[in-house]
């Protein structure tokens, strides 16, 4: 099963929209920072790679999340979105919906998870997601 070109569409959309979304709030913290600093001019980081490089600045969480989302966009791209980076099945589409940078199929994931909980570690930071935040 693949995406019809319409799906890859709206996920390439939705992605997009996370990426403006991460990089207009960048904006904003560089903006701050620029105030509380009184450094004067930063440049000209309107544009998404100057954003993109000043994201580092501002947490390991929303730099993973940029770098999740221009690798699913690559994906898109290139035609290899949307298969899982460990088994290489297609990941669902239902699931490409609620995450479309998802990295795993929902099997693989569980079963990271579970590592993950044997390690006392989180899964769910590797991906950078949340639903509330
Ligand atoms: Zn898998």
Redesign the pocket.
């Known amino acids: 099963m693949t995406l019809s070109d319409e799906s890859r569409q709206r996920l390439r959309k939705t992605l997009e929209d996370m990426r403006q979304e991460i990089l207009d709030e960048v904006r904003v913290q560089i903006e701050r920072a620029r105030v509380k600093d009184h450094t004067g001019d930063l440049g000209d980081y309107a544009t998404a790679d100057m954003a993109a490089e000043y994201a580092h600045l501002f947490g390991e969480r929303l730099r993973k999340r940029l770098h999740l989302i221009e690798d699913a966009l690559d994906g898109i791209k290139n035609g290899d979105y949307g298969f899982?980076e460990?088994?290489e099945?297609p990941i669902t589409e239902k699931r490409l919906q609620l995450m479309p940078f998802a990295l795993?199929?929902v099997?693989?994931q569980s079963a990271m998870e579970r590592q993950a909980k044997m390690r006392g570690e989180t899964f769910e930071e590797w991906y950078g997601t949340s639903r509330n935040d």
């Open positions: 899982c460990e088994c099945e795993f199929c099997h693989c």
